[in-house]
């Protein structure tokens, strides 16, 4: 989980800087996980993220039964200019 989170927000963070936004105009953000006991694990991950970038969204987790293949955790964000 660990790593699929890091990969998932360094994979966010460069759509967002190449479709001309910033990360901090994040507004929403839902997370899609396989399992919320392993994200609240590694949540320090999130919430540094989130300080440094000094995001103030709206947040979902949403616990689900399956992503692709073998992925545990997904981003959905809102982001605004």
Do not use: D, P
């Amino acid at each position: 989980m660990k790593s699929q989170l890091i990969q998932s927000i360094q994979n966010l963070e460069k759509v967002i800087k190449e479709a001309g936004y910033e990360s901090k105009s994040i507004v929403s953000l839902n997370i899609y996980t396989t399992s919320s006991a392993e994200f609240f694990n590694c949540f320090n991950i999130f919430q540094n993220w989130i300080t440094k970038h000094q995001i103030k969204q709206a947040s979902t987790v949403l616990e689900i039964t399956s992503l692709f293949e073998t992925l545990k955790i997904e981003l959905e964000t809102t982001v605004v200019k």
